[in-house]
């Protein structure tokens, strides 16, 4: 099957770089046969409702309602019947086509299971559909297909050989059986609809629409098709004779070629046999698991979120899902658009075009998001496209205000905005300080949004590191600072009224700082609990800061808690590490909303533990200090400062 799978990958890919040549990666159709069905559909939907407004249920009526459309009104209801059944037919292409491809690229297992699942039961209930149209002309097209089910469905038991009665002389039909097959034409589309709509609620952010211009290309080829080669009615049917040459439809009647060759056992045995295949594919062969059944970590800059990535998903897809703006636009490895950098850890890269993605571009760390799958924990860094709330970021020039020593190894630093120029942010995003030779340090506001003249920094001193040694052993008053920003997508959420959880690290109490004040200012009236986890009595660098909150805002409550306090500290407060202090404090926390800023061990610690207690997904947020205890890039290692890698 491996091999059959990566023989449709060498076909696809080099049809769709033809596609490629000739469409452009942005607009090449093959890209977008999820939207172009759904699209189809809409189209068959609206055009079907047009002939419907027309069409006679009744033995006398059907055929010669049909037949004035067709004629007599060819210049509009010709095309919508002609544009309703093309449309019909490139749906079921399209839908194949979709299906083969995530089939070939080994897309349907895992995560993906359901919505192959579904998309099968959608595929399944198109072609009833389809088939079922076949029956209302009343042609001899319609006679064919009406009497041929009856045969195929009286092979049942439960039909037992009762159904093909009914046509046996003209006489034994009446309106009713198109009163039936028109319910039937109706309910069936709506239920592939829903389906449609559940189908696609696994995929996030997944597009119902293609591009306006394949869009009204493909319209346009419909109407020009049915101008060209209008669809006609094959003579009216007659039960006296029987039908023997036909204008064949091979894209929804290849079955009922079989019936007559097969017999009615060895065609159930096929679509019965086939179906059962295709449900279970994703189970077939048993995948030797690459990774734990929870999946990995994923460290997401500039958003400086950790999301876990499970078995079988793409890091497009998982970010995507956690509300991460990744850029994105084929979804197949065709455009590049979403290329970003692999800065630690391992992923398999998938099929995809080297015209997306060179092999310099790969050597250097480049990965296509729409094709990668994590192998470890990995760190992604991405260009965002857009900024969050519509706050563009950009590189600032301030100076250095103030500098304070609050421990041995935190300092306060104030920087001033050159030219009087006021700095729009979200509580809890971040900077970027921008170094001499092109690197960059990340650093949480500490100032809440509404102190906007000036910005306030908390950073922490890191053994050897170069930027917090220059901090701390020769920055001053007056020195001048470049960084970009605002940054991030961890941020206050002001909506709902459910109580906040924050829990610090260390330095982690900055953003957590910027985040209160705010709500202060807001006069936010949710209740408000801070735990701050450090080592000993000394890193609680600002411990009156939150006291004073404490006392003049009944909602809020400050908890520290020292994971190894010194007998020096006298410390007779809350031990041990933060996030099992909440765990004893709240049994269930179904009812919070928690705002985790510290380690990484931390938040994997802590986050699981809270889910346990009913802890909502959508109710956690995080902005994890790093992956990795040391994530080199080249030659430069990249360590914890100040509340980001």
Known sequence: MRAIQRAGQWVFLRVEAIFNL?????????????????????????????VYAFYKTGMAEAYASVEYLTVQQWWLGGVMRSVHRYASDAMALTMVLHLARHWMFDRYRGLRWFSWVSGVAVLWLVYVAGINGYMLPWDKMAQFVVIATAEWLDWLPVFNGTLVRNFILPENLNDRLFSLLSFIHIGVPLAVMALLWIHTQRVPQAKTSPPAPIAITLLAALVVLSLIKPA???????????????????????????????????????????????????????????????????????????????????VLDAGLREGIAFPFECRNGGCGKCKADLAYGKAGLGAYQKSALSDEERAAGKVLLCCASPESDIQIEYLPQKTLGGIPARVWTASVE????????????????????????????????????????????????????????????????????????????????????????????????????????????????????????????????????????????????????????????????????????????????????????????????????????????????????????????????????????????????????
């Open 402 to 645: 103030s500098m304070e020593k609050l421990s041995s190894d935190v300092m306060r630093v104030f920087l001033k905005l050159d030219g009087g120029h006021r700095l729009a942010f979200y509580a809890g995003q971040y900077i970027n300080v921008l170094l001499d030779n092109g690197e960059k340090r990340s650093f949480s506001f500490a100032t809440a949004p509404h102190v906007n003249d000036r910005i306030e920094l908390q950073i922490r001193r890191i053994p050897g590191g170069r930027f917090t040694t220059h901090v701390f052993e020769r920055m001053k008053p007056g020195d001048p600072v470049r960084f970009e920003g605002p940054l991030g997508s961890f941020f206050l959420r002001e909506e709902g009224g459910k109580p906040i959880i924050f829990v610090a690290g260390s330095t982690g109490f900055a953003p957590v700082k910027s985040m209160v004040e705010y709500a202060f200012h807001r006069n936010m009236r949710r209740r408000m609990i801070l735990y701050w986890g450090v080592r000993s009595r000394r890193d609680l660098y600002l411990a009156d800061l939150p006291r004073q909150w404490e006392k003049e805002h009944p909602e809020f409550r400050f908890v520290p808690v020292l994971s190894d306090p010194t007998p020096e500290d006298a410390w007779t407060g809350r031990t041990g590490l933060v996030h099992e202090a909440i765990l004893a404090d709240f049994p269930d926390l179904a009812q919070y909303q928690v705002y985790a800023c510290g380690s990484v061990n931390m938040v994997e610690a802590a986050y699981p533990a809270f889910r346990t207690r009913g802890l909502s997904q959508d109710d956690c947020f995080s902005d994890a200090f790093r992956l990795a205890p040391k994530i080199r890039t080249g030659d430069t290692e990249l360590v914890k400062l100040g509340g980001r890698a």
């Open 22 to 50: 000739a469409f452009g990666d942005r607009l090449n159709p093959l890209y977008y046969l999820g939207p172009i069905t759904y699209l189809l559909m809409w189209i068959v939907v609206g055009s079907g409702l047009y």
């Open 232 to 314: 006609l009615s094959q003579g009216e049917a007659n039960l006296s004779h029987a039908v023997t040459v036909l204008d064949f439809d091979w894209f929804y009647l290849p079955v009922y070629a079989l019936l007559y060759a097969w017999g009615a056992a060895p065609v159930w045995l096929l679509v019965a046999g086939g179906t059962v295949l295709l449900v279970a594919l994703p189970w077939l062969p048993p995948r030797r698991r690459s990774a734990p059944v929870e999946g990995f970590h994923m460290l997401v800059r500039p958003d400086n979120r950790i999301i876990g990535v499970r078995d079988g998903e793409t």
